[in-house]
């Protein structure tokens, strides 16, 4: 995933702020915890609604303590401990991190791909302290990510074929190890939010993949004019549709608290704000 799933923090309750950023520091730990302290280097927002939703669906106890950490030695902060739904969460964003870079070495050239080895040298150790149980979800984010690349390389001009790939690697990942309800209301939820990721980030990417020869969906089904004209009058109603998937497949989940309230605020607003927000600083940057 690519920064943009987070929530809009001026509509969420002082509560679920607290608790939403309960769980981003509590998965911070957790990573330094179970994938080694340099792992915590690939935290993100995306990954915190990962652990979000792998909370709610399992209804984990909520467990807050006030700790410090070393990026705020002075002051407390309200920080989620440990739990199972951590810990995973933990895993998968270790096995996207590797793979990710191991897709990078093979497509990159020059300083990029130098970068890209640098980078595996780190990020081949929090793999190897995963647990073999977990093995098959590394499996299915490989197999996924190889067929992307396959795609791009073969220059698909469908986006949907390739956002439908990326959720299916989200799906299975956030419902792997559940069964019945929770499994297929948590793999729809992590379809529909992976395909909305892909096609939002290839949106904001638009023109700088059109300048630098990088594969591009929208580019490649439309060319530049046309699809500049698409995210601009018709993405919307693409991406609202996925929103909407998701948000009936949540509406079937556990009802109350802060953990719901926080899915509920970023599926409603904090991804459709965040996109408009990524679109508009790539418009400035055009202008300049």
């Known amino acids: 995933?690519?920064?943009?799933?987070?929530?809009?923090?001026?509509?969420?309750?002082?509560?679920?702020?607290?608790?939403?950023?309960s769980v981003y520091c509590g998965l911070c730990r957790s990573m330094g915890k179970h994938t080694t302290?340099?792992?915590?280097?690939?935290?993100?927002?995306?990954?915190?609604?990962?652990?979000?939703?792998r909370i709610w669906i399992c209804e984990e106890p909520s467990e807050i303590k006030m700790r410090r950490c070393p990026v705020h030695p002075l002051k407390k902060l309200p920080i989620r401990t440990d739990s199972e739904a951590l810990e995973?969460?933990?895993?998968?964003?270790?096995?996207?991190?590797?793979y990710k870079i191991l897709d990078d070495?093979?497509?990159?050239?020059?300083?990029?791909?130098?970068?890209?080895?640098?980078?595996?040298?780190?990020?081949?150790?929090?793999?190897?302290?995963?647990?073999?149980?977990?093995?098959?979800?590394?499996?299915?984010?490989?197999?996924?990510?190889?067929?992307i690349s396959a795609l791009e390389k073969e220059k698909c001009k469908n986006p949907s074929e390739v956002a439908e790939?990326?959720?299916?690697?989200?799906?299975?990942?956030?419902?792997?190890?559940?069964d019945g309800d929770k499994q297929a209301i948590s793999?729809?939820?992590?379809?529909?939010?992976?395909?909305?990721?892909?096609?939002?980030?290839?949106?904001?990417?638009?023109?700088?993949d059109e300048k630098s020869g990088s594969y591009n969906p929208f580019l490649e089904a439309m060319?530049?004019?046309?699809?500049?004209?698409?995210?601009?009058?018709?993405?919307?109603?693409?991406?609202?549709?996925?929103?909407v998937s998701?948000?009936?497949?949540?509406?079937?989940?556990?009802?109350?608290?802060?953990c719901a309230g926080c899915i509920s605020n970023i599926l409603t607003k904090g991804m459709r704000y965040t996109l408009a927000e990524n679109l508009n600083k790539t418009k400035k940057k055009e202008k300049k």
């Open 165 to 178: 790939v990326f959720g299916h690697l989200l799906g299975e990942c956030i419902s792997f190890g559940l």
């Open 88 to 98: 995973y969460s933990s895993y998968v964003s270790a096995y996207m991190t590797y």
């Open 37 to 53: 302290e340099l792992s915590c280097a690939s935290l993100s927002f995306d990954m915190t609604f990962f652990a979000l939703v």
């Open 223 to 243: 060319g530049l004019e046309e699809s500049q004209k698409f995210i601009k009058s018709g993405l919307d109603g693409v991406l609202s549709m996925e929103l």
């Open 105 to 147: 070495i093979a497509d990159e050239r020059g300083i990029k791909r130098f970068f890209a080895r640098v980078a595996r040298l780190f990020a081949k150790r929090p793999v190897k302290k995963i647990p073999v149980k977990y093995s098959d979800v590394g499996k299915v984010i490989k197999q996924d990510l190889d067929r």
């Open 246 to 258: 998701a948000l009936a497949a949540f509406d079937l989940g556990p009802s109350g608290g802060e």
């Open 187 to 208: 793999r729809e939820i992590g379809v529909h939010v992976g395909k909305w990721v892909y096609l939002a980030d290839a949106a904001c990417d638009l023109e700088k």
């Open 1 to 21: 995933m690519f920064g943009s799933v987070k929530p809009y923090v001026p509509d969420l309750y002082v509560r679920e702020n607290e608790y939403f950023k």
